[in-house]
């Protein structure tokens, strides 16, 4: 017979020990949920963690002087025209673009705001510690970690479920009236790379190399970096 202990004033069988040839208890089956709370911080923290990586990445980009992606190439044309600080202008036409989708009914979330004032806050404080690379293999050495950068900032910004950025929002907001995402995306890359062409942004293999790769890395990251559960 098993040893017997005493709790709460209570006689009861000893747990079974597996060297003696008796069953073991098995525990409950499944991993342990997550606190809400604690999903909340996660959420949270790849929110913002993106959001300011995000930045990062489009300081690299500048820095390496190749090329940017077709938003930054409009970005960086109109900062050079009107003088205000690069971040300045990322928000500024964040909340352009943002006031667009009123009219294509688009709601915006914490991570649609967040976007519009953390990511320009982040790439002004970047490139103000960021040197200048002349060598030709570290300004590609630049550029290349933007670009994958770029791509675990998205999916961390993305997978936290706080919301799309203005400009992935004004996409979704056009592909709701009946257009492809594709074709959206399409018309909207060309249209904002030739106005900051225009303006005087850098357009080069760094464009044509983030156009390729961001697909790609985005959709990897945005598996890895998805919290799973509800949004609450």
Same mark, same amino acid.
């Given at each position: 017979?098993?040893?017997?202990?005493?709790?709460?004033?209570?006689?009861?069988?000893?747990?079974?020990?597996?060297?003696?040839?008796?069953?073991?208890?098995?525990?409950?089956?499944?991993?342990?949920?997550?606190?809400?709370?604690?999903?909340?911080?996660?959420?949270?923290?790849?929110?913002?963690?993106?959001?300011?990586?995000?930045?990062?990445?489009?300081?690299?980009?500048?820095?390496?002087?190749?090329?940017?992606?077709?938003?930054?190439?409009? !970005?960086? $044309?109109? +900062?050079?025209?009107?003088?205000?600080?690069?971040?300045?202008?990322?928000?500024?036409?964040? *909340?352009?673009?943002? +006031?667009?989708?009123?009219?294509?009914?688009?709601?915006?979330?914490?991570?649609?705001?967040?976007?519009? =004032?953390?990511?320009?806050?982040?790439?002004?404080?970047?490139? *103000?510690?960021?040197?200048?690379?002349? !060598?030709?293999?570290?300004?590609?050495?630049?550029?290349?970690?933007? =670009? %994958?950068?770029?791509?675990?900032?998205?999916? %961390?910004? =993305?997978?936290?479920?706080?919301?799309?950025?203005?400009?992935?929002?004004?996409?979704?907001?056009?592909?709701?009236?009946?257009?492809?995402?594709?074709? +959206?995306?399409?018309?909207?890359?060309?249209?904002?790379?030739?106005?900051?062409?225009?303006?005087?942004?850098?357009?080069?293999?760094?464009?044509?190399?983030?156009?390729? $790769?961001?697909?790609?890395?985005?959709?990897?990251?945005?598996?890895?970096?998805?919290?799973?559960?509800?949004?609450?």
């Amino acid at each position: 017979m098993a040893t017997t202990f005493t709790r709460a004033g209570r006689t009861e069988p000893a747990t079974p020990d597996p060297a003696f040839g008796l069953t073991p208890v098995r525990a409950p089956e499944g991993p342990p949920r997550r606190a809400p709370g604690r999903r909340l911080v996660r959420r949270l923290a790849g929110l913002y963690a993106g959001l300011a990586l995000f930045g990062v990445s489009m300081a690299l980009m500048i820095a390496a002087g190749l090329g940017l992606p077709s938003w930054d190439v409009l !970005h960086q $044309g109109l +900062a050079a025209r009107t003088g205000l600080p690069f971040g300045w202008i990322v928000i500024g036409v964040g *909340a352009v673009v943002l +006031a667009l989708w009123i009219p294509l009914r688009q709601r915006p979330g914490l991570g649609t705001v967040s976007n519009v =004032i953390v990511v320009g806050l982040a790439v002004d404080a970047a490139s *103000a510690v960021l040197p200048t690379p002349d !060598h030709p293999a570290a300004r590609a050495g630049f550029l290349l970690a933007g =670009i %994958l950068l770029n791509g675990v900032a998205t999916g %961390l910004y =993305i997978g936290a479920r706080f919301g799309a950025g203005p400009r992935d929002g004004l996409m979704t907001g056009l592909a709701a009236r009946g257009i492809s995402i594709r074709a +959206a995306r399409t018309i909207l890359e060309l249209a904002v790379l030739a106005a900051g062409w225009a303006l005087g942004g850098t357009a080069g293999l760094g464009t044509l190399l983030y156009a390729v $790769g961001i697909g790609p890395l985005a959709q990897y990251f945005i598996r890895v970096f998805t919290v799973k559960g509800d949004n609450s």
